[in-house]
């Protein structure tokens, strides 16, 4: 059997008293695309974190290839945040070639020459697969939410990082431009052999996404005290061989939303 | 009719209304000076305009009788010199110090603490220190500004690196950057236009620092002049002198803002 990319052996997060995550154990091979769901505020962003270095496991073992989960951010992951994430005082293009120029100079971080020159056509073609072709000498600031998005998405992919982290990356996006960022994830997934973990609050996207559907939800649920447990992945389904399950799903995420936020 | 919070005034009434208050200060100073003078012509407190004039004139283009100098460049020049000097390496000092403790929590543990006691020594307090420490030489000037200011342009540059959002530097990280890297593409360039408004805000503490220093000992320089003529109540001098100490106050400001908003339009849309 091949070693996995990722693996948890039961792991948890707690901040204090609050269980966020309980008992995960899991394990995924490298070039899988997994999609999470669950309702909000039962730790999806958590468990990404845990996968990008910010957050520790309060138990267990979180492993990347078979080792320790480097405790710190690097170039091997790429994260799209929730929130816009791009560098407010480059343009969009210099916000794609960031990736270029630091690994082309240890001490200033920027390339020159005929290097910098490949890296600003690279970057320009990037920017043209994710339809900001034209707004390549624009500011962030004078972009729209879903521009800085898909900007976002650009930064991180031109590193080609082995695993890529997406936190509701198309939440802001309309629904053709959100077809069109499909249409890119999926191609570059193929193409890189990526390891993606994508959060949505999006069943369908979910399902069209992924090779691999993690429902969170907190198995056991005290409605006097919601932070008492924590979640679990409820549903681990290989998608495209489970028949969809997208109505009784969505009626159960929704019972511990309802919970959760009241 | 809109509520009054409403209602804008229009370019051209904003100017006036702006005016106005300078209108009135003036006119109040004429009638006041008019009235002392009509009194008594040789009062020197409240100069009519023609007098202020005569003696501007006299210390910018007529060369001293003494020395040959024209007086106003040379205080200007001296003056100009020693702020130069004393609020750009200010400046430096407190974009390397700000920067370091702002980014790296171990710099930060170790420098902040002292920044945070030297910036509650009064710089006035000291003054006597510096003066037996560099003479009453240039030097000695330009240490007060230097040390006046620099320990609040590390503080403000501190908070200002503190308050870079956590997922831009997790972000770098993840395309790879190392910590010297985060300072130079991150922090440094984030910074450079809050370092240039923490430089606005100090310069009337250092014009402050600057004329008190040249009241005590100088040999020239704008704040040495108003206080020598104190003596002979020359009040025609004095305040054409202080309109000029405003001017290039004024100038200094506005210069370091436009160049704020030109090189860094990116902050500037994000501060509205
Ligand atoms: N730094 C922290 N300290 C304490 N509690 C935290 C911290 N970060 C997250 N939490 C808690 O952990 C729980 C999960 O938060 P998380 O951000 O992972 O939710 P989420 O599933 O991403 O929600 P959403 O879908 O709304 O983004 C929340 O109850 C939150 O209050
Ligand atoms: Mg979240």
Redesign the interface.
């Known amino acids: 059997m091949t070693m996995p990319i990722i693996e948890l052996k039961n792991v948890w997060k707690e901040y204090g008293k609050e269980v966020v995550l309980e008992r995960l154990n899991v394990r995924v091979e490298e070039g899988e695309f997994v999609t999470i769901v669950g309702a909000s505020g039962c730790g999806k962003t958590t468990f990404l974190k845990m996968l990008?270095g910010?957050e520790q496991a309060s138990r267990g073992d979180l492993l990347l290839d078979g080792a320790a989960m480097p405790a710190?951010?690097?170039?091997a992951?790429?994260?799209v945040?929730q929130?816009y994430?791009?560098?407010?005082?480059l343009t969009a293009e210099r916000n794609v070639m960031?990736?270029g120029?630091?690994?082309a100079n240890?001490?200033?971080?920027?390339a020159f020459g005929a290097r910098r020159r490949a890296l600003r056509e690279e970057a320009q073609t990037m920017l043209a697969r994710v339809g900001l072709g034209e707004a390549g000498d624009k500011?962030?600031?004078?972009l729209s939410g879903g521009m800085q998005q898909r900007l976002a998405l650009a930064?991180?992919l031109i590193?080609k990082?082995r695993i890529l982290l997406l936190d509701e990356p198309f939440g802001a996006l309309d629904p053709g431009i959100r077809r069109d960022m499909h249409d890119l994830v999926l191609s570059l997934w193929r193409s890189q052999k990526l390891t993606v973990f994508m959060i949505t609050h999006d069943l369908e996207e979910g399902f069209y996404l992924g090779t691999r559907l993690w429902v969170f939800d907190k198995a056991r649920l005290d409605v006097q005290a919601p932070g008492a447990y924590g979640a679990r992945i409820t549903y681990d389904l290989a998608v495209g061989e489970c028949p969809p399950m997208l109505p009784s799903l969505s009626a159960q995420l929704a019972d511990t939303a309802r919970v959760l936020s009241g | 009719m809109k509520k009054f919070i409403n209602r804008q005034p229009s370019r051209l009434t904003a100017v006036l209304l702006g005016l106005l208050p300078f209108a009135l200060f003036l006119l109040l100073y004429l009638s006041a000076s008019g009235a002392r003078l009509a009194e008594n012509p040789d009062d020197r407190l409240l100069p009519a305009f023609s007098t202020m004039a005569e003696a501007f004139e006299r210390m910018a283009f007529e060369p001293n009788r003494r020395t040959g100098e024209y007086l106003l460049w040379t205080d200007t020049r001296a003056s100009l010199q020693r702020l130069g000097i004393g609020v750009g390496l200010a400046a430096l000092i407190g974009l390397v110090f700000g920067v370091a403790t702002g980014t790296v929590p171990y710099i930060r543990a170790t420098l902040s603490p002292l920044v945070t006691g030297l910036s509650l020594v009064p710089p006035m307090a000291l003054l006597p220190i510096l003066f037996i420490a560099f003479g009453l030489e240039e030097l000695a000037k330009v240490m007060l500004i230097l040390i006046g200011i620099t320990p609040f342009i590390i503080r403000d540059l501190q908070a200002r690196a503190l308050e870079i959002p956590d997922e831009q530097i997790i972000k770098l990280q993840t395309l790879g950057a190392n910590t010297w890297q985060i300072i130079v593409r991150l922090s440094l360039p984030q910074l450079m236009p809050r370092l240039i408004s923490a430089v606005r805000l100090s310069l009337g503490p250092a014009w402050l620092f600057l004329i008190a220093a040249e009241a005590i000992a100088a040999t020239e320089g704008l704040g040495y002049r108003i206080f020598l003529v104190r003596r002979y109540l020359s009040m025609d001098v004095i305040l054409p002198y202080v309109v000029w100490i405003t001017l290039l106050a004024f100038l200094m400001d506005l210069a370091l803002r436009r160049f704020s908003t030109w090189r860094y339009p990116w902050f500037h849309a994000q501060q509205r």
């Open positions: 990008l910010t710190e951010p690097d170039g992951r790429g994260i945040f929130r994430s791009v560098m407010p005082h960031l990736a120029e630091l690994s240890r001490f200033l971080g920027r500011y962030p600031h004078e930064q991180a590193k990082p």
